[in-house]
């Protein structure tokens, strides 16, 4: 964590508007007071620059940058978190003090702390004064202060250099917002053991997945026809039915509602889940066969995908039985685990969702890959965890930056706490806070974990389990996420879908524990 160094740094220059105006006094000042605004979402050459000539035009130089919460310029931004924004910044010995503006204009401090020259950028001035730069410099001038423009002829572009190659911070991103939360690793390791007796209630389509391993043999001359010889076949339990697993192998006691074919892979799931200490209750329904998604690899490469499915919803007899089984069964997570392969849609979903007794803590995903599905049908739900793609599709929205395409999907949820999924981008997580969306802790986002990816599928799976358990025991959006996160990230260097253990987790914290100390 940050080192007693690091935190003299942080608290002598990081300072709210006020703190800052105290420090430099009223004006007229003996000392010239200089304020920069600004993202600096990396801190490249041309931010170095600017603040450099900055300082040599004034005596105190105030670096301010605009709080997560009010940029939106471009996607998966801010990059850097702000509270290792702020630290970036106060590590330069050239920066006096740092604030964070929450608001979405620094026109409020600007008139707290009255610099007597307020400083842009270059770039901000070759193509004619903007709109927002004049109402700034209206500002300043109307106390007296002088708004001066900095010279260069090289701009450098922090979304640039983030688009082309995002920097590898993921370790320093989780130490600030541990240290934002007053986290340590410790907690996170706490956590794991208040899983063990958990009782969740798992509803959802099974499906398997098969990896069928062959050889390239060559190509047909007269058709366009691959030839493979094959090798081996592995299976897998997928769907709601891993996510059962996980949990399982996470500490909790786990039942399972299913809806299985009457066929030998029914036999296979069954047997593979009871193997695993999962209850199952499932429903047997001899008018579909058991979803089954049949991968076939050649070299590495999936050359192509056989799903043998039915995809009709359940019928009322199996809603009414799926109902009385929620609402019989003793336990303290309800998990809705919707692949639409049947269970869920439109019509079911609210008769089974009224089912749950009073006060069991709700979690939803809706994994809709390439069918229909919407996550806002679970609405008012304690946990939610679709990807981007189906946030979008949810709100018919293919345009909006992710931060407010996430925050306009957990107000439209009305859910509690909101994981959106980002694939190698990590998570961005959305938690209720009392009076204010829009307020700085209200989101944050968790870099993935993952080093070596073999197998992305199923990752969500895992990061559902562990975020769930995460969550209902400790009632931290941090906690459940980052633990989420690792879980997700164990996942994917693994083929296949296999449970993740707690001491699987406990490794890849303990690595990069262990980066952090070097470091």
Same mark, same amino acid.
């Given at each position: 964590?940050?080192?007693?160094?690091?935190?003299? /740094?942080?608290?002598?220059?990081? &300072?709210?508007?006020?703190?800052?105006?105290?420090?430099?006094?009223?004006?007229?000042?003996?000392?010239?007071?200089?304020?920069?605004?600004?993202?600096?979402?990396?801190?490249?050459?041309?931010?170095? $620059?600017?603040?450099?000539?900055?300082?040599?035009?004034? =005596?105190?130089?105030?670096?301010?940058?605009?709080?997560?919460?009010?940029?939106?310029?471009?996607?998966?931004?801010?990059?850097?978190?702000?509270?290792?924004?702020?630290?970036?910044?106060?590590?330069?010995?050239?920066?006096?003090?740092?604030?964070?503006?929450?608001?979405?204009?620094?026109?409020?401090?600007?008139?707290?702390?009255?610099? !007597?020259?307020?400083?842009?950028?270059?770039?901000?001035?070759?193509?004619?004064?903007?709109?927002?730069?004049?109402?700034?410099?209206?500002?300043?001038?109307?106390?007296?202060?002088?708004?001066?423009?900095?010279?260069?002829?090289?701009?450098?572009?922090?979304?640039?250099?983030?688009?082309?190659?995002?920097?590898? /911070?993921?370790?320093?991103?989780?130490?600030?917002?541990?240290?934002?939360?007053?986290?340590?690793?410790? !907690?996170?390791?706490?956590?794991? =053991?208040?899983?063990?007796?958990?009782? #969740?209630?798992? /509803?959802?389509?099974?499906? /398997?997945?098969?990896?069928?391993?062959? #050889?390239?043999?060559?190509?047909?001359?007269?058709?366009?026809?691959?030839?493979?010889?094959?090798?081996?076949?592995?299976?897998?339990?997928?769907?709601?039915?891993?996510?059962?697993?996980?949990?399982?192998?996470?500490?909790?006691?786990?039942?399972?509602?299913?809806?299985?074919?009457?066929?030998?892979?029914?036999?296979?799931?069954?047997?593979?889940?009871?193997?695993?200490?999962?209850?199952?209750?499932?429903?047997?329904? $001899?008018?579909?066969?058991?979803?089954?998604?049949?991968?076939?690899?050649?070299?590495?490469?999936?050359?192509?995908?056989?799903? %043998?499915? =039915?995809?009709?919803?359940?019928?009322?007899?199996?809603?009414?039985?799926?109902?009385?089984?929620?609402?019989?069964?003793?336990?303290?997570?309800?998990?809705?685990?919707?692949?639409?392969?049947?269970?869920?849609?439109?019509?079911?979903?609210?008769?089974?969702?009224?089912?749950?007794?009073?006060?069991?803590?709700?979690?939803?995903?809706?994994?809709?890959?390439?069918?229909?599905?919407?996550?806002?049908?679970?609405?008012?739900?304690?946990?939610? %965890?679709?990807?981007?793609?189906?946030?979008?599709?949810?709100?018919? !929205?293919?345009?909006?930056?992710?931060?407010?395409?996430?925050?306009?999907?957990?107000?439209?949820?009305?859910?509690?706490?909101?994981?959106?999924?980002?694939?190698?981008?990590?998570?961005?997580?959305?938690?209720? #806070?009392?009076?204010?969306?829009?307020?700085? $802790?209200?989101?944050?986002?968790?870099?993935?974990?993952?080093?070596?990816?073999?197998?992305?599928?199923?990752?969500?799976?895992?990061?559902?389990?562990?975020?769930?358990?995460?969550?209902?025991?400790? &009632?931290?959006?941090?906690?459940?996420?980052?633990?989420?996160?690792?879980?997700?990230?164990?996942?994917?260097?693994?083929?296949?879908?296999?449970?993740?253990?707690?001491?699987?987790?406990?490794?890849?914290?303990?690595?990069?524990? $262990?980066?952090?100390?070097?470091?």
């Amino acid at each position: 964590m940050m080192d007693e160094a690091s935190r003299k /740094i942080v608290s002598h220059k990081v &300072k709210t508007a006020s703190e800052i105006a105290a420090a430099v006094g009223a004006r007229p000042r003996d000392k010239k007071v200089i304020m920069c605004h600004g993202t600096f979402d990396i801190v490249h050459p041309g931010h170095v $620059r600017h603040l450099l000539y900055a300082k040599s035009k004034g =005596d105190i130089l105030v670096a301010s940058l605009t709080a997560d919460a009010h940029i939106m310029k471009a996607n998966f931004r801010p990059f850097v978190p702000q509270e290792l924004r702020a630290f970036n910044l106060a590590a330069l010995e050239v920066v006096d003090f740092v604030v964070i503006d929450n608001d979405p204009t620094p026109m409020k401090n600007i008139a707290l702390i009255q610099p !007597d020259y307020f400083a842009k950028g270059y770039e901000y001035t070759k193509t004619g004064l903007h709109p927002r730069t004049a109402e700034e410099k209206n500002a300043v001038e109307a106390y007296g202060g002088e708004i001066i423009f900095t010279p260069g002829d090289i701009v450098y572009s922090s979304s640039f250099i983030i688009e082309s190659e995002p920097p590898a /911070i993921a370790t320093e991103k989780l130490i600030a917002l541990l240290e934002a939360e007053n986290l340590r690793f410790d !907690d996170l390791r706490s956590s794991l =053991d208040k899983f063990r007796g958990v009782r #969740v209630h798992v /509803i959802g389509d099974t499906i /398997i997945d098969s990896y069928t391993h062959t #050889v390239l043999i060559g190509g047909m001359t007269k058709t366009p026809t691959m030839s493979v010889r094959y090798e081996n076949r592995s299976d897998f339990v997928g769907g709601a039915g891993i996510v059962a697993k996980h949990l399982q192998s996470a500490g909790a006691e786990v039942t399972f509602s299913t809806v299985l074919g009457d066929d030998s892979l029914a036999e296979f799931a069954l047997g593979n889940l009871t193997e695993a200490g999962v209850n199952c209750t499932p429903v047997i329904d $001899r008018t579909r066969p058991t979803t089954h998604k049949n991968a076939i690899i050649a070299g590495g490469y999936n050359l192509l995908k056989i799903d %043998t499915l =039915d995809n009709r919803s359940i019928s009322e007899r199996i809603v009414a039985t799926f109902s009385e089984q929620i609402q019989e069964t003793p336990t303290d997570i309800i998990v809705f685990a919707d692949f639409r392969h049947g269970i869920f849609n439109r019509d079911t979903i609210v008769p089974l969702t009224k089912a749950i007794p009073e006060g069991v803590f709700r979690v939803a995903d809706s994994q809709v890959a390439s069918r229909w599905g919407n996550i806002l049908e679970f609405n008012n739900f304690d946990l939610i %965890t679709p990807n981007e793609r189906e946030a979008r599709f949810a709100l018919g !929205d293919q345009d909006s930056v992710v931060r407010p395409l996430g925050l306009e999907l957990y107000r439209q949820a009305a859910c509690k706490t909101l994981i959106l999924k980002l694939g190698e981008r990590g998570l961005l997580t959305y938690r209720a #806070v009392p009076q204010n969306y829009e307020d700085v $802790r209200a989101f944050f986002t968790v870099d993935t974990f993952a080093e070596r990816v073999v197998d992305a599928v199923g990752s969500g799976d895992a990061l559902l389990a562990y975020a769930t358990l995460a969550l209902f025991k400790t &009632k931290n959006a941090v906690i459940g996420s980052v633990l989420g996160s690792l879980a997700a990230a164990v996942e994917c260097e693994h083929e296949g879908n296999v449970p993740v253990h707690p001491k699987d987790v406990l490794q890849k914290l303990d690595h990069f524990e $262990r980066y952090v100390n070097y470091g």
